[in-house]
Each structure stands twice: as C-alpha cells, then as structure tokens.
C-alpha cells in the first residue's frame, strides 16, 4: 500500500526566491493494491504536486509518504531507483517522454539497461512482446516505429507496458487521457481497469469528473492545495456535501442539456486564503465519505 501522511509542499516563488507558494496542504491519502484512486480538481488544486511528489519528482516539505510501512520521503539514489521498480508514472503528453530521433521502443531497451543488464537480449525481446501484448499492442505494428509513426494512444499504451516490464505495485497517471480522442480514451482506461484487477493500485490524477467516476472506487476532491471531499466514488457523486463539489458537478456537460438550458448559479465559496494555515479537518458524514469544514 502507497500512503500520504499529512504531506504538504511549499515552493520558493519571486526574485530570488523571496516569497513562497503553498500548492499542497495537509493531504492524507492511502491507494491500495487492485484499487483505483481519483484525485480530481482544477488547475492549480495540488493534484498534479501529488503525483509528482509520489513519484520523488518533488521533494515533500512536510509530512511523509509510505510504500508497505517504509518511510521513501527522503532517499539516495540508490534506494530511489529501487523504489522505481515498484512506482512509475505516465504523463499527459505522450510524445515528450520520448526522444524523436530514436524509435519509440529504445525506452524498453533502457529499462533492460539499467535494471536487468544481465538479461538476454532475446529473452528480452520475448517480455518486451508479453508486455506489449498485455496492453493490447501488436510488437509488429509499433516496434522499430520513431514516435512520430505512432499515436498518441499506442505511445501512451508502450508507456504503460515500459512501466509493467518493471512489476511495479503502483502507476500514477497523470491525466494521461486529457490529449486523446474519445475512441481511444475508453481503450486507455479499460486498460487501466483490466490492470487493477491485476492487483495494480493506480493514482488517477484528472481534471475530468466523468473519467473518475467511470474508472475509480474512491475519489479525492481538491481545492487550494487541500482535499475538500473524499471517499467512495458513488458516494460522493451523488451526494456531494462540500460546495465547491457541487459547483464541480454541476459543471460537467450533459448529453442532453444545452449550455443555454441552465439556470443554476454556482454556489458562493470561501476564497483562497493563507495557505500556511492547516485546512479544516475532513468529518466523516456517512460511512466511507468525508468533507472538510462541516
């Protein structure tokens, strides 16, 4: 199990780093293996810090982060790459994780490289097909293709197959749908379902509320750094409790409703104040399901 403990994360902003930006607040959450997890928001709520922070791409400020009890906040090199074998990531954009002038498929050979050097090159080649296979790739229609002979879904699908060579415990996807066309986001989060029932814990980081109720067990809802709204997916989709959830919800396109159609008015919200100061503490207000400040 990946843990946050009252993680927070500050950054130096302004000439010489003068002042400082607090884009994470007390966040405590715990993805479980075979689970799907969903940390949705808007631009600037914290989501995206988490996920880095998960993947020690930014270091935590205050707090902790926990892989099956063992603290990985702060650790060498060494103990970091291990822990990639356990966590990795896939991002938004597809085609900036690959270099274009090598063929896409250079990024198995540098995960061999550097975690299973003794390794034969065919059986290699051998995995490299199970895995590409396991997320409903052909190896002959995209091995030895330079990235740009690709699309955006299969570089997104051999991102996801680079990490498994791994045997990885836990997959942070950081929006990683948001730049494909709608065929080929319901092919991506299949995917990503068919691997939780593998026993995968995935981090689900999207702006989408759509997508997370369609592909999570339980969400987290962030506003201002902090989490607003949390637990059991249905739960909190049909009965928001927090404000801002309702605004989120309400926002969200309807197949059969025009946008001239409404009438509702967003609810009033606090505005965002000093961030240095703890957020309110979630209240469980029905099993499985918690909001902040009530």
Same mark, same amino acid.
């Given at each position: 199990?990946? *843990? ?17 930006? #607090? ?34 791409? #930014? ?13 990985? #906040? ?38 061999? *490289? ?44 051999? $991102? ?6 791994? !045997? ?26 068919? $691997? ?14 759509? $997508? ?25 989709? #049909? ?27 967003? *609810? ?5 104040? !000093?961030? !240095? ?9 029905? *099993? ?7």
């Amino acid at each position: 199990m990946l *843990e946050l403990r009252n993680v927070w994360k500050s950054y130096r902003v302004g000439t010489l780093g003068s002042k400082r930006l #607090t884009a994470v607040r007390d966040v405590s959450i715990d993805i479980a293996p075979g689970e799907v997890l969903s940390v949705v928001g808007e631009s600037g709520s914290g989501k995206t810090t988490i996920g880095k922070m998960v993947l020690q791409l #930014t270091s935590v400020t205050r707090g902790s982060i926990l892989l099956d009890g063992a603290d990985v #906040t702060a650790r060498g090199h060494a103990a970091r790459k291990a822990y990639y074998r356990r966590v990795q990531g896939v991002f938004q954009d597809p085609f900036s994780s690959y270099n274009p002038i090598f063929k896409a498929d250079r990024i198995f050979e540098a995960v061999r *490289e550097s975690y299973f050097p003794a390794v034969k090159r065919a059986e290699w080649s051998a995995r490299v097909d199970d895995v590409l296979q396991g997320v409903r790739l052909d190896p002959g229609s995209v091995l030895g293709k330079y990235p740009h002979q690709l699309s955006g879904g299969q570089l997104q699908r051999m $991102l996801i197959a680079r990490a498994l060579l791994l !045997d990885i415990q836990v997959l942070v996807a950081d929006e990683i749908i948001s730049m494909l066309d709608a065929s080929t986001r319901i092919d991506v989060l299949n995917l990503l379902g068919e $691997l939780k029932e593998r026993g995968l814990g995935v981090l689900f980081i999207t702006h989408d509320l759509s $997508l997370a109720n369609y592909i999570s067990e339980r969400v987290v809802i962030m506003r201002h750094g902090a989490v607003v709204e949390a637990g059991a997916t249905g739960k909190v989709f #049909t009965d928001p409790r927090h404000p801002y959830s309702r605004n989120l919800l309400a926002s969200v396109p309807q197949l059969h409703r025009k946008w001239s159609d409404s009438d509702a008015e967003p *609810e009033a919200l606090e505005p965002d104040g !000093d961030r !240095d100061v703890p957020p309110p503490p979630l209240t469980e207000v029905d *099993e499985h399901h918690w909001v902040a400040g009530v």
